[in-house]
């Protein structure tokens, strides 16, 4: 089986981090967004991943190389010149996705985190017989979204309603399909949406179905969404009861640890938070709700709250950090300075404090 990831364009939202990787290589729960796909489509036996990209492929490429060997999956890139939209990628990878074999194959939006039951996915869409399969999941705000209406009981999608203003129904696409080859012949090659102007074609020939995805999903395409979406996979974590959550005194609710970072004395740690490997957390710190990645040092004392702290930063003695900030890489915070939302680009120091949020160049 083959699957094609939609990683797309610059990564805007994540800025300041996608200044210094691509989006789908930004850390999330201490590996790369893109990898917890990859892991995933490798274990229910997918052979192939075919990055669909117009932004750096040979850095994402590169980067990859070692988890094609480590995970034995062949990684490859199909290069869009221009934006090609979210079915236009399909028309352009066809030769890398069509084989001899027939077989349907994944597409997955970069930006979703879930547990990924893609081997029930194969199951539903085998046992419906239709041309396409779609994962939906249910939200409590359906308005932000295009919302999906089905048929509760064989999965039969009959219309899609975009923004809705009046509720219809609370269930949304996921990000998750898995395709039959001949969905390729209805996408021509050019900037053209999978969403509104193929799905509805194939639910119009009752030949669309929507699974409604178990557990947690959640776009973390964006700096609030990121530090929910830790949240919710860290519970998952709990609920599968994972020997990689980080146990003892200091540590309260769900924490990801990597074995290779320090921890000091009189911490406190948790909930909902992933330290890196190399981070040196000194004594008497307090870290809740944050991601905290690679090579990161926070001196005595400091707190951290809702917030993302880029590669290889510090976070000087008793400072304050909190309130979604969210620091690039090599950002150097002074001692005893607070930051109430501050967005600060790589490389920079921070001398004073940052008293509401605002962008730090």
């Not at 990684?75 to 074999?101: F, H, N, V």
């Not at 932000?144 to 048929?151: I, N, P, R």
């Not at 707190?303 to 702290?309: G, K, P, Q, W």
Request: charge should be neutral; include cysteine.
């Amino acid at each position: 089986m083959k699957a094609l990831i939609l990683v797309g364009g610059f990564g805007t939202r994540l800025r300041p981090l996608t200044l210094s990787v691509p989006k789908p290589l930004v850390d999330f729960a201490n590996k790369p967004m893109i990898l917890h796909q990859i892991e995933a489509l490798k274990a229910i036996g997918v052979t192939e991943v075919v990055l669909a990209i117009n932004y750096q492929p040979e850095v994402m490429l590169n980067f990859l190389k070692e988890y094609e060997k480590r995970l034995e999956i062949k990684i490859t890139c199909s290069q869009e010149t221009e934006p090609l939209g979210t079915a236009g990628p399909l028309a352009l990878a066809r030769d890398k996705l069509i084989d001899d074999s027939g077989a349907p194959f994944f597409v997955l939006n970069s930006d979703v985190i879930s547990e990924y039951p893609l081997k029930q996915m194969i199951e539903f869409h085998q046992g419906h017989g239709g041309e396409a399969s779609i994962m939906v999941t249910k939200v409590d705000e359906p308005s932000k979204y295009g919302v999906v209406l089905m048929e509760e009981t064989s999965g039969k999608v009959e219309r899609f309603v975009e923004k809705p203003k009046i509720f219809v129904g609370n269930k949304i696409n996921a990000g998750i399909y898995l395709l039959n080859p001949s969905v390729l012949d209805r996408i021509e090659l050019r900037p053209t949406s999978i969403e509104k102007e193929v799905f509805p074609k194939i639910a119009a020939e009752n030949k669309l179905f929507a699974m409604v995805l178990p557990g947690f999903w959640m776009d973390i395409g964006q700096p609030k969404d990121y530090v929910t979406g830790l949240r919710l996979y860290l519970d998952s974590l709990r609920k599968m009861s994972s020997p990689k959550l980080a146990t003892g005194p200091h540590i309260v609710g769900n924490v990801l640890v990597d074995e290779s970072a320090v921890i000091g004395e009189g911490c406190l740690i948790g909930p909902d938070v992933a330290i890196g490997p190399g981070c040196i957390i000194d004594s008497g710190v307090r870290l809740s709700s944050c991601t905290v990645m690679r090579g990161v040092r926070i001196k005595k004392h400091a707190c951290i709250s809702s917030s993302i702290i880029g590669w290889h930063s510090t976070v000087g003695r008793w400072a304050r950090v909190e309130n979604m900030t969210i620091l690039g890489e090599d950002v150097h915070v002074g001692d005893e300075v607070y930051s109430n939302g501050g967005v600060v680009l790589p490389h920079k120091e921070i001398k004073s404090s940052i008293l509401k949020p605002e962008i730090v160049m």
